[in-house]
Structures are given as structure tokens and as C-alpha cells.
């Protein structure tokens, strides 16, 4: 019993280290004077670490058989990959938009080029989305696949959850220039 609470811990906090980083691993944000070419691996090792805490977490919750797990893995590796292909073409567009918006006279052309790449790109990654959920459901009994739907939107709040308190912990910081963290009202 008590190894099963430590592993309970465990997960948990391996989720919750490594779902942090994904709220660092967003396009855009600029992570000091790097930019943010420097965190595209990082940012992919933290996407495959939170897939593999994602499904060992849902295969304990619906109880999954090896041969599901090994299917629902491959299934959210196709997707997770597509994924990644829209989201370069998401930040390249987004870059070239910044590029014509610093024009005096920026081309409109182009921009509603960019403007459609974007379009494109996220309507395809929704397509990818609903797919892989859709591959994933065929492959669950019935009781599954609603547990599978409560598991995933579970998963989704934390996540969301997680990003704020880390979005909310970045704006102190800015807020309190030169001043190092600590206690409630940063002092140590």
C-alpha cells in the first residue's frame, strides 16, 4: 500500500516537473537572450517525456492490455509528429508576419498568405487531433472509451492549470525587477 502511494507521488510529480516545461515550450515567448531556437530540443524532450507520463497514467487508469498500449502509443506518435510539422509551419508564418508588420509598407499579399498558412495549419492539426482520438476510441471497450474521455479531459485541466501557475509565477518575477524570489512577498 505504501508503495503504491509513493508511486502515486511519483507520478505525479514527474507529471507536473515535466508539464512545467511545457508551458516554457511555447512558440514565441522569447527565453532571454537565446530566443527560442535554443529550447527546440528541450521542448521536444519534454513533449516525448509528457507522452510517455500521459500514457502510463492512462493505461493504469483504464486498465490497459499490452497490445493496447503499444497500439494507443504508436497512434499518439503519428499524431504528436504531424503535430509538429504544423506547428513549424505556424512559426515560420507567424515570423514572416512580424517581418512585414515592421515595414513601413507591409506587402498584404503576403500577409494574407501568412494569414492562410496559419489558417491551414491549425485546421489540419484539429483534423489530427479528432483522428487520433477517433483511433484511439476503436481501440477501447466501451467502458473504456468514457473513461478514456474523462482521464483525457482531466489530464487537459492540469495541464492548463500547471501553465497558469507557471505564467502567473513568470509575471511576479517581471513585476519585481531585481529582486529575488523567496517567500510570499519575495523576501527571503
Known amino acids: 500500500m505504501l508503495k503504491t502511494r509513493y508511486s502515486y507521488v511519483a507520478t505525479a510529480i514527474v ?9 516554457f515550450a511555447q512558440p514565441g515567448m522569447g527565453f532571454g537572450p537565446w530566443g527560442d531556437e535554443p529550447n527546440q530540443a528541450k521542448r521536444g524532450q519534454t513533449k516525448e517525456i509528457l507522452s ?14 499490452k497490445e493496447q498500449g503499444l497500439d494507443i502509443a504508436a497512434i499518439i506518435e503519428k499524431r504528436e509528429k504531424a503535430k509538429v510539422e504544423h506547428q513549424k509551419v505556424i512559426r515560420e508564418a507567424l515570423k514572416g508576419i512580424k517581418f512585414q508588420l515592421g515595414k ?3 506587402s498584404q499579399r503576403k500577409l494574407r498568405n501568412y494569414i ?28 473504456q472509451q468514457a473513461k478514456f474521455i ?21 509575471m511576479r518575477r517581471r513585476d519585481r525587477p531585481g529582486r529575488m524570489g523567496g517567500g510570499p512577498r519575495g523576501m527571503k
Open 52 to 65: 510517455t507520463v500521459y500514457l502510463m497514467e492512462l493505461t493504469k487508469e483504464l486498465k490497459l492490455t
Open 150 to 170: 474523462v482521464f483525457h479531459l482531466k489530464w487537459m485541466k492540469k495541464l492548463q492549470r500547471i501553465r497558469e501557475h507557471i505564467r502567473g509565477e513568470r
Open 104 to 106: 513601413d509598407k507591409p
Open 15 to 23: 507529471a507536473l516537473v515535466f508539464c512545467s516545461g511545457v508551458a
Open 116 to 143: 492562410t498558412q496559419i489558417t491551414s495549419a491549425r485546421d489540419k492539426m484539429a483534423d489530427e487531433q479528432r483522428k487520433g482520438r477517433d483511433e484511439i476510441l476503436a481501440k477501447l471497450s466501451v467502458e
